[in-house]
């Protein structure tokens, strides 16, 4: 790192620009990253906040739409909770509502009917009660924070239904980019069949049979006892809206920085190990171990990403808090930035390092005579 | 004007045999070459370009392997080394003196003689290693030890290079044209230090160079035509 260090001084506008270059494209695999978590926070958070490992589906229902197109008998619920491996089973409803408040301004809500005290209603809250009040809903944090408050109603657009607001849940719970709110199955019920109000004759049915299951559970042997298709939770996070292809394309995004910026690494050590040909040439006429002039090099390459990743994060979480007090999907996820950021450090050691190989096929006998 | 006679060669050069390119259009670099150096002696190899003097920098300097023939430094066979005990030989026992110095534009002075020393993988403690500022001051180079390359004139660069190549305590000086970018005054300077350097360390030297004029601070003058070494007509 002796002769390293010193060029770092000595070149340090060739090497600051290249270190901003890579410093540009951390920022970027921060916000994208912050991105991809608020965005999938946004999508599924609802699903991931609870209990649940699997989904049990209608037979025959499709992943994209799952949430949507899957209709379940209650009986089915209680065939599942025979089948080995099964601890819990509960009824879910899931339906998407526009509403208005009380000032007649739109809200979005994604109602989710659970039967009260089950494993799927939810306990942890921030105010109020828990699922229980046939018109009662408990909203999602997020829906607090847009102005919902415990004691406010909304009404349903179709069918035109007055809820009230009774608890707010501790965190975001989405569902395809709009809020959660809890509420009776029974209601849910109501709801999908249209009724006006209890007492109409509804169907005892659910969207999907929420499941909580151990390593004795047989995915195969249950669904053909139930007529179900079961998918684990992960899995039916592709059935929110949108949810596949916002993931893939941020992916997308991020595994083409990761390779632009090994590349560009990559190029520069070329042309920085070309440009000193002459000196290595030197170097290895005096003497120098291949591994000596190795080191010195990929600790150069070392010390330039460390210290233009480090920057870029900075700067990147800086400008990500500024993002998560805005209404953008940002959510920063500490392991996700130390892979990302263990990620752009390894690729840029590995296009340097195919750069700076060469160092150990340059001939000493150049060293010799008067080309300089 | 030779030192002790007495004391055993540093370099052995014995009919040694070098050809350059293939097939049919080898040219032989060196031509049963034989030359002996003994420690505190700066032999002259002068010839005119493409003569083979650098093929003989180059094979004494441990940088290529002769065809037949032995070389011998300090008693050891290079040709039974391979090439990681050469480097190792050319990292603790030569020193390289290039043209125009060759000096790395990123290091200051002082620097480039600490640089020799971690490449000879002697450190600067080691009773091997001489003082680095001591060793510029040698060769009056004190006020410019914390300069870089680019701020310093050819013949300063070439003292920086003697410095250099002289840092690891080594047995055998190789130096190639070391006045090519300099002036007459400078030359002369530069070469009168080679000459003083050599013998208060006893290390031996062979230093090609085309230029006639420097001739007289050396012990002895080779001439090499066509490959071949002999006594040059006329010396200065």
Redesign the interface.
Known sequence: MFLALRELGFARTRFLLMGGVVALVAILVVLLSGLSAGLVNDGVSGLKRTPVTDFAFAEGTGTDAAFTRSVIDVDQVDTMAEQPGVVDAAPYGLLLANAHREDDSPVDLTLVGVEPGSFVAPTELAEGDAVGAADGIVISETAAEDGLAVGDTVTLDRPERTLTVVGVLDGQHTFGHVDVAYLPLSTWQELIAGADGPGDEVPAVATAVALRTDDAFDRTAADAAAGTVTRTLSESFGASPGYTAETATLLLIQVFLYAISALVVGAFFTVWTIQRRHEIAVMRAMGARRRFLLADSLGQAAVLLLGSIAVGFGLGIAAGAGLSASPMPFALQAADLVLAGALLFVLGMAGAAVAVARVTSVDPLTALGGQR | MSTTTTDTPVLEIDRVTLRHGDGDSTVVALDEVSLSVAPGELVAVVGPSGSGK?SL??VA?A??APESGTVRLEGVDLGAADERER??????R?G?V???G?L????TCV?QL???L????IAESDPRARDPRALLDSVSMTHRADR?PSELSGGERQRVGIARALVAGPALLLV??PT?ALDRARSHEVVELLAREVESYGAGAIMVTHDHDVLEHCHRVVEMVDGRLGVPAATA
């Open positions: 650098s920098l180059a300097g940088l290529t480097a190792r030989l050319r990292r603790e030569i390289f290039f043209q125009s060759n790395l534009p990123a290091l620097d600490r640089l020799a971690r490449i000879a993988g870089r190639d044209e090519a």
